[in-house]
């Protein structure tokens, strides 16, 4: 029996054009390169992402109000969060989602001891899909939490279906949403082509994954690192391109790559600060206030979700 990540590799393999979701970079190897991605210098979202949460938390802090409860889609960076948890007037309680149940009760026990009087409450679940929160109880207002532009990782539908469900069970609370700007073209190609090649690292490590857990035999030398930004599309896109005509066997199936043929890996979409504050409007949220760089790299916007009642 494949896995969902041998499924999908397999159809992938199959068709053309050839692409697969960027979830599978996240094994325990492509974490530990994003994350060494994040520290980058042409890499600059993290960063600067940063940096305007610092600047701009207490504004936050006042939007949201006494005993807050966050809730936040990834239990990513524990430092971005943490800007929260420590500006916000007694958040009331901390409900990370994430797919990884590991990597959740690591950060619900970092925090239960930093925050001694915060409710930490991992939710498992995949929150790209239909998912359920515990019940809302206190009188605080639901803040939801999605830095790092990892909007920009899914489709347009996808976004929009995220906003949808993001919208339903933060009623009467607000998002706060970290999202990558347009820019010049150079600053947005060297930050997907770094010099020290940890980008093209993280792209090949699908592969050597897919080496590892699934007894493939791509040769990751044969394959190059291809990514580029988009204008049309407003979207970088990462590709494995085959540097040569070559097989690789999967599940007892042979797939042949031609030279020149790419997988694409991965999409990173690029938003104006106009573009999505009207996608956000589309999923029923009222645009706040946004804040961003004296660069305008990176935005961070203040979203109210709908009235009423949380789900
Ligand atoms: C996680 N995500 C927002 C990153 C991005 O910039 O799209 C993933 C990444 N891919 C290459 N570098 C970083």
Same mark, same amino acid.
């Given at each position: 029996?494949?896995?969902? %990540?041998?499924?999908?590799?397999?159809?992938?393999?199959?068709?053309? /054009?050839?692409?697969?979701? !960027?979830?599978?970079?996240?094994?325990?190897?492509?974490?530990?390169?994003?994350?060494?991605?994040?520290?980058? !210098?042409? #890499?600059?979202?993290?960063?600067?992402?940063?940096? *305007?949460?610092?600047?701009?938390?207490?504004?936050?802090?006042?939007? +949201?109000?006494?005993?807050?409860?966050?809730?936040?889609?990834?239990?990513?960076?524990?430092?971005?969060?943490?800007? @929260?948890?420590?500006? %916000?007037?007694?958040?009331?309680? #901390?409900?990370?989602?994430?797919?990884?149940?590991?990597?959740?009760?690591? =950060?619900?026990? *970092?925090?239960?001891?930093?925050?001694?009087?915060?409710?930490?409450? /991992?939710?498992?679940?995949?929150?790209?899909?239909?998912?359920?929160? /515990?019940?809302?109880?206190?009188?605080?207002?639901? *803040?939801?939490?999605?830095?790092?532009?990892?909007?920009?990782? %899914?489709?347009?539908?996808?976004?929009?279906?995220?906003?949808?469900? =993001?919208?339903?069970? @933060?009623?009467?609370?607000?998002?706060?949403?970290?999202?990558?700007?347009?820019?010049? !073209?150079?600053?947005?190609? +060297? +930050? #997907?082509?770094?010099?020290?090649?940890?980008?093209?690292?993280?792209?090949? &490590?699908?592969? $050597?994954?897919?080496?590892?857990?699934?007894?493939? &035999?791509?040769?990751? $030398?044969?394959?190059?690192?291809?990514?580029?930004? &988009? =204008?049309?599309?407003?979207? *970088?896109?990462?590709?494995?391109?085959?540097?040569?005509?070559?097989?690789?066997?999967?599940?007892?199936?042979? %797939?042949?790559?031609?030279?020149?043929?790419?997988?694409?890996?991965? &999409?990173?979409?690029?938003?104006?600060?106009?573009?999505?504050?009207?996608?956000?409007?589309?999923?029923?949220?009222?645009?706040? !206030?946004?804040?961003?760089? /004296?660069?305008?790299?990176?935005?961070?916007?203040?979203?109210?979700?709908?009235?009423?009642?949380?789900?």
């Amino acid at each position: 029996m494949l896995s969902e %990540f041998g499924h999908d590799l397999q159809q992938a393999l199959a068709a053309r /054009p050839r692409s697969i979701s !960027p979830k599978y970079f996240y094994d325990a190897e492509g974490s530990r390169l994003f994350d060494r991605i994040c520290e980058l !210098p042409e #890499y600059y979202p993290t960063r600067t992402e940063l940096a *305007i949460l610092q600047r701009s938390v207490g504004e936050m802090a006042a939007l +949201a109000g006494r005993g807050a409860e966050i809730v936040e889609f990834g239990a990513g960076s524990l430092r971005k969060v943490r800007l @929260l948890l420590q500006a %916000f007037d007694a958040p009331a309680r #901390y409900l990370p989602i994430d797919i990884s149940g590991e990597h959740l009760r690591d =950060a619900a026990a *970092i925090l239960r001891g930093e925050f001694a009087r915060l409710d930490v409450q /991992p939710v498992v679940a995949d929150y790209t899909q239909s998912f359920a929160l /515990p019940e809302h109880t206190g009188s605080g207002k639901r *803040i939801g939490f999605f830095p790092g532009s990892t909007i920009g990782n %899914f489709t347009p539908d996808e976004a929009l279906a995220f906003l949808h469900g =993001a919208a339903r069970v @933060l009623r009467g609370g607000a998002l706060v949403l970290g999202a990558d700007l347009v820019k010049d !073209p150079q600053v947005l190609h +060297a +930050a #997907y082509n770094d010099a020290q090649g940890v980008t093209a690292a993280f792209n090949l &490590n699908l592969l $050597a994954r897919a080496n590892r857990e699934l007894g493939t &035999n791509f040769q990751l $030398a044969q394959f190059a690192h291809y990514a580029f930004y &988009n =204008a049309p599309l407003q979207r *970088i896109e990462m590709h494995l391109l085959s540097r040569a005509k070559q097989a690789v066997v999967l599940a007892g199936e042979r %797939f042949t790559l031609e030279e020149g043929e790419t997988l694409h890996t991965e &999409n990173s979409y690029k938003f104006t600060i106009d573009g999505l504050r009207a996608l956000a409007q589309r999923a029923g949220f009222r645009p706040g !206030p946004v804040w961003t760089d /004296p660069e305008r790299l990176f935005s961070v916007h203040w979203l109210h979700a709908p009235p009423g009642g949380s789900a």
